[in-house]
């Protein structure tokens, strides 16, 4: 139940924010997603027949049995053909998924789908709730100032959460290589084999290390999807960007709205393309509420970030003595 509260907060826990709300939406169907692809058999690796599933189908190289007999030339051109378009062309499909995403929206995907983005940023709300900083370690300028009540409750959902997230995940994510079905049984029976035991320990204790000490660290520097998706945003010239209105820069009331906003510790109003930022647009309902609905100096759109000509808008920029506050 209080687990339940907690999350109704985490939803919710700034009147107006429509944005937030849109991507709470979008994270939590996509955790969905991610639990249900093992189960429906849209995407799996099955350890014990050693078979990828695709859309409940088994995936194979397609090689008649005793290929390895056939020692010609066109046998191993054969060999060669498949190897080629069943495994490597498909995994780079796969892979070349990252960088066109980047390419065209950004890190849009980190902000508005990724579970782990999720689960750091619900990490932030307890630890906000039970320190007054989102940081275990130590207060950023950054931080939200909110006051510290029913400490004990979010304590006790903080720990909770610590037990209930990481175990549900193991099981969830153990089953993209152990048949979900087989995982069931041996929870239903308490009788797990040593692989099944492994999967979820493991995954749980990465969750536990990662959602507590790491967090948004491991977005900026360590994850490879995010940096695929980071560097090609960076040269993008159409990828989604946080804009700014630099025209209106004197209607800024220096309120800092924009700038405890933003969990990935990124500037709104230096106006820079910023690689860490993920296109979240929590700055904008910041300023929003800060300066009206649809008076705030922020907008998410495709393309160059600042409103004004590239040239204009770095003079006023620089120009700006506000904006190094
Ligand atoms: S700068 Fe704004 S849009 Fe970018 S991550 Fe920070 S809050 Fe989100
Ligand atoms: S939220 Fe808007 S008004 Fe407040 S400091 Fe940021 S840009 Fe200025």
Redo the contacts with the bound molecule.
């Keep these: 139940m209080t687990q339940v509260i907690a999350a109704i907060h985490w939803l919710c826990y700034k009147k107006h924010m429509k944005l937030t709300g849109y991507r709470r939406t979008t994270q939590i169907l996509f955790i969905f997603f991610i639990f249900l692809m093992p189960v429906l058999n849209i995407f799996r690796y099955d350890t014990d027949t050693h078979d990828l599933i695709i859309f409940c189908n088994a995936w194979s190289l397609g090689l008649a049995p005793g290929f390895s007999a056939d020692h010609s030339s066109l046998g191993a051109f054969h060999i060669a053909m498949r190897f080629i378009l069943k495994a490597i062309l498909p995994w780079l499909l796969f892979l070349s998924l990252f960088p066109l995403l980047g390419f065209l929206t950004g890190r849009f995907f980190c902000?508005w789908f990724c579970p782990e983005g999720a689960l750091f940023e619900y990490a932030d709300f307890l630890t906000l709730k039970l320190l007054g900083r989102r940081n275990l370690f130590n207060k950023k300028p950054n931080d939200p100032v909110l006051p510290l009540h029913n400490r004990l409750r979010y304590g006790i959902i903080a720990v909770l959460s610590m037990i209930v997230i990481p175990l549900l995940n193991g099981v969830a994510l153990t089953g993209y290589l152990v048949a979900p079905k087989t995982i069931w049984n041996q929870i239903v029976t308490w009788n797990f084999t040593f692989g099944v035991k492994a999967g979820i320990i493991g995954v749980s204790l990465y969750m536990i290390i990662t959602a507590v000490f790491v967090r948004h660290v491991l977005c900026r520097f360590v994850c490879a999807a995010g940096l695929m998706q980071m560097l090609f945003g960076w040269i993008s010239p159409v990828s989604i960007r946080?804009g700014m209105d630099t025209a209106r820069i004197s209607a800024c009331t220096d309120c800092k709205g924009?700038d405890r906003?933003?969990?990935?510790n990124?500037t709104?109003r230096k106006n820079k393309r910023?690689i860490?930022?993920?296109?979240?647009?929590?700055?904008?309902e910041a300023c929003n509420e800060e300066l009206g609905m649809g008076k705030g100096l922020?907008h998410?759109g495709f393309g160059q970030g600042c409103t004004l000509p590239r040239e204009n808008c770095r003079n006023v920029v620089k120009g700006e003595s506000t904006l190094s506050a």
């Design positions: 902000g946080l924009c906003a933003c969990f990935m990124v709104p910023d860490s930022c993920v296109n979240c647009g929590t700055c904008v922020f998410l």
